[in-house]
């Protein structure tokens, strides 16, 4: 008797565009999850939001949320990734050789010192405000957050050396074009210039009444090549 062969099931080729629809939702949902939780935390602090009123504020279930975030340290994380590097972005593009901010009066330092200034007083600055604004996110909250999550430090401290670098490379552009005096280390004023802004952020949390414009032109006039 002939053999009899069993047909071999067929194989259903990958669709593309099903994979797509699948990533896409993917990455909506985590898109809201961080949304829902820099509301929150801009609402009611780093420390009160829970992880089931997130979810509800994203419209979606703890176990949406596992498939993106293992910890509430971990969104938190995300969160400040995207605030950060946004509002990085904001201060710092266009800074390039040759760009019209780049070569702007004033020079590189001086365009991102207004950027920033600005962002402080309409609010769009995270962790300061001014003009009857409050931050989206209290300093203290922050610190106590890093001293508890290791995760959160590291990145905290990532997305400040990440400005200490960009404020080192636009004052040395300076120095080049004789815009800023050349007997300074970029660095070193790029770090002073950081741990101004966080000593900032501690007095404003205080309460203690600050001018970032004053303080900002001090700066500029101590650094302005005679």
Same mark, same amino acid.
């Given at each position: 008797?002939?053999?009899?062969?069993?047909?071999?099931?067929?194989?259903r080729a990958k669709?593309?565009?099903?994979?797509?629809s699948r990533d896409e939702a993917k990455q909506q949902t985590r898109a809201a999850l961080v949304s829902a939780a820099l509301s929150l935390f801009a609402e009611q602090g780093l420390d009160v939001p829970s992880l089931d009123?997130?979810?509800d504020r994203a419209g979606y279930t703890r176990?949406?949320?596992?498939v993106h975030f293992k910890t509430r340290e971990d969104i938190l994380v995300a969160v400040m990734d995207q605030v950060g590097e946004q509002f990085l972005a904001s201060v710092f593009s266009q800074m390039e050789l040759g760009s019209p901010d780049a070569t702007a009066s004033g020079g590189r330092l001086?365009?991102?010192v207004r950027r920033f200034v600005e962002a402080v !007083?309409?609010? +769009?600055y995270p962790l300061m405000a001014t003009a009857g604004k409050g931050p989206l996110v209290r300093p203290h909250q922050l610190l106590d957050a890093c001293a508890r999550s290791a995760v959160v430090r590291e990145r905290y401290r990532d997305l400040v050396q990440l400005s200490? !670098?960009?404020? +080192?490379?636009?004052v040395k552009g300076d120095q080049d074009d004789g815009a800023v005096r050349t007997d300074v280390d970029a660095e070193t004023v790029a770090t002073m210039a950081l741990a101004l802004v966080i000593g900032a952020q501690t007095?404003?949390?205080?309460?203690?009444?600050?001018d970032p414009q004053h303080l900002a032109s001090a700066i500029e006039r101590m650094l302005a090549r005679a």
């Amino acid at each position: 008797m002939p053999r009899k062969v069993t047909p071999k099931p067929k194989v259903r080729a990958k669709n593309p565009r099903q994979s797509e629809s699948r990533d896409e939702a993917k990455q909506q949902t985590r898109a809201a999850l961080v949304s829902a939780a820099l509301s929150l935390f801009a609402e009611q602090g780093l420390d009160v939001p829970s992880l089931d009123s997130i979810c509800d504020r994203a419209g979606y279930t703890r176990g949406a949320f596992y498939v993106h975030f293992k910890t509430r340290e971990d969104i938190l994380v995300a969160v400040m990734d995207q605030v950060g590097e946004q509002f990085l972005a904001s201060v710092f593009s266009q800074m390039e050789l040759g760009s019209p901010d780049a070569t702007a009066s004033g020079g590189r330092l001086h365009q991102a010192v207004r950027r920033f200034v600005e962002a402080v !007083g309409s609010g +769009a600055y995270p962790l300061m405000a001014t003009a009857g604004k409050g931050p989206l996110v209290r300093p203290h909250q922050l610190l106590d957050a890093c001293a508890r999550s290791a995760v959160v430090r590291e990145r905290y401290r990532d997305l400040v050396q990440l400005s200490v !670098g960009a404020v +080192a490379g636009l004052v040395k552009g300076d120095q080049d074009d004789g815009a800023v005096r050349t007997d300074v280390d970029a660095e070193t004023v790029a770090t002073m210039a950081l741990a101004l802004v966080i000593g900032a952020q501690t007095m404003n949390d205080l309460g203690l009444a600050l001018d970032p414009q004053h303080l900002a032109s001090a700066i500029e006039r101590m650094l302005a090549r005679a």
